[in-house]
């Protein structure tokens, strides 16, 4: 059973930074590609990130040079550096995979104040 688990979310300031995980367990992630999708309230979830099997990534153009997604397939996690911090960035953040299946994590809430 594939499990994905979200951590490092918070309040924080305008401005600020926080660095969000997502460790998966029951099985490798490290030749898949994973993705880091937030839900606003009222609002439809939206893609934020994705980090290939390679290394390659992939970004909203609203997130784009403010978050950064990387992976450590030595601990089956991905991350999500997000910087420059703005009201409009709170929402629940969740770590998206496919492995031949879909998995989503339960999400991590994230709140910015102004």
């Known amino acids: 059973q594939v499990q994905l688990v979200e951590s490092g979310g918070g309040l924080v300031q305008a401005g600020g930074s926080l660095r969000l995980s997502c460790a998966a367990s029951?099985?490798?992630?490290?030749?898949?590609?994973m993705s880091w999708f937030r839900q606003a309230p009222g609002k439809e979830r939206e893609f934020v990130a994705q980090?290939?099997?390679?290394?390659?990534?992939y970004y909203a153009d609203s997130v784009k040079g403010r978050f950064t997604i990387s992976r450590d397939n030595a601990k089956n996690t991905v991350y999500l550096q997000m910087n420059s911090l703005k009201p409009e960035d709170t929402a629940v953040y969740y770590c998206?995979?496919?492995?031949?299946?879909?998995?989503w994590g339960q999400g991590t809430q994230v709140t910015v104040s102004s």
């Open positions: 998206y995979a496919n492995l031949g299946s879909e998995y």
């Open positions: 029951g099985r490798t992630v490290s030749s898949r590609g």
């Open positions: 980090i290939g099997w390679n290394g390659n990534t």
